[in-house]
Each structure stands twice: as C-alpha cells, then as structure tokens.
C-alpha cells in the first residue's frame, strides 16, 4: 500500500470538509465548542464537525496534535496510542485503544490509523487520520476493530487573535460490533467536546515540544 499517498488523499478530503457549508446541523454546544453532525457518505453514520479556540499558536497546537508521545496523559478517552510505523518526518502509523465509554454501553475498540500532518500556504495545517491495514498489528480478539473514515484536525490562526488558534475537527469513525446507531448519536457530541477540553487543558500542562495526534 502507498501510505504516502493514501495520506495525502486524506488530507484533501479533511479540506474538502471544511469547505463544505451544507447540510450541517448543529447537535451540541458548550463551552464555546460547537459540534455539528451530517450523514457521512462513507458509511452509514454521521460525520461530526467539531470547532474551538484553543489559546495558544498554530505552531504550538499543530506540534501538539501531532506528535504521538505523552497523548494518553491528556486524552483520557484513549488507553493507549502508540507509534507502530514511522514512515518520515509528517507521516506514521498508530496503534489505538479506547477506553470504554457512554457508562460502559460502548466497549474499548482498538485501532490502526495512518496519520499526517501537512502545512498549507496561509499559515493553517492539518492533521489527518484515516484507518489502515498493518500487517504487523492485525485485528485481535481482545477488542472489536474499529475504523476511522477520513478524519482531521485543521488549525489555523484566529483572525482577530493570531496568537491563539481555530481548531475545527471532522471525525467519522465506524465503531462496528453489535451497537445501535443512537447509542453512538446520543454520546459522540459530548465525547468530541470533552476531547477539546482536555486538549485545551493539555496543551497547557505539557508546555514542552510533545504532544499528539487525533484519534476519535
């Protein structure tokens, strides 16, 4: 498989998201984050916009989401997330496992996902995910293998506060297993808010060049 350019592809698609104004309902807001879902055409789900500031530079929030080291001491959704494959300096592949959620109904998934992180012209970068076959981490039968459909972070600078950034997230992952499609409706906005509480907590604690990239 060409992981470069399934990366690349991904990317683009995250842009095309943002530049889709369509169809987008608004299902969550708090805390000055707002969550917005549309039918993914995907598979049979949603796919979820999520936008925050998040007060600190494009610079430091894009090296934050990235990079994979110390992303479980700040995204308490996840139990591990790990570095499988480095592939050069802005792709790699992750390793993922979830902590269960939504009390429980929702068990832990484990996931293989290719991530990059690309700088456009205008000072705004994303950061994609999108699930992968990798042979060396076939699917196990401890967790149910989820799949991550063309996922991202874009960051930009705020216009009228450069110093501090826009986050705007699209995530459309497949949990897969034997769940109703409304318990997964009814916990992914107030999931999505939490991830950018707590990676707006992060980025402060973790003030060292480290951080991590997304995972929903």
Avoid at 176 to 184: E, F
Wanted: with cysteine; net charge positive.
């Amino acid at each position: 498989m060409d992981y470069k350019a399934l990366a690349q592809e991904t990317a683009q698609e995250v842009l095309e998201y943002s530049q889709d104004t369509s169809g987008w309902k608004v299902v969550k807001t708090s805390k000055k984050i707002t969550v917005s879902s549309k039918a993914s055409k995907k598979f049979h789900g949603n796919l979820y916009r999520v936008e925050g500031i998040i007060p600190e530079s494009i610079t430091k929030l894009s090296d934050f989401l990235y990079k994979p080291e110390n992303r479980v001491a700040w995204d308490k959704s996840l139990k591990v997330y790990n570095m499988v494959h480095k592939i050069d300096s802005d792709t790699f592949i992750c390793h993922t496992i979830t902590q269960s959620f939504a009390m429980g109904s929702i068990s832990p998934r484990d996931f293989i996902d290719l991530v990059y992180l690309k700088h456009y012209e205008g000072n705004m970068d994303i950061i994609s995910s999108n699930s992968v076959d990798f042979p060396a981490y076939p699917a196990s039968s401890n967790y149910i293998r989820g799949y991550n459909h063309a996922c991202g972070c874009i960051c930009s600078p705020l216009q009228e506060n450069p110093a501090h950034s826009k986050l705007v997230m699209f995530i459309q992952t497949e949990m897969r297993g034997k769940l109703s499609p409304s318990i997964i409706e009814a916990t992914m906005p107030s999931n999505l808010v939490s991830f950018v509480l707590s990676a707006k907590d992060g980025i402060k604690t973790l003030r060292a060049p480290v951080g991590c990239g997304y995972q929903s």
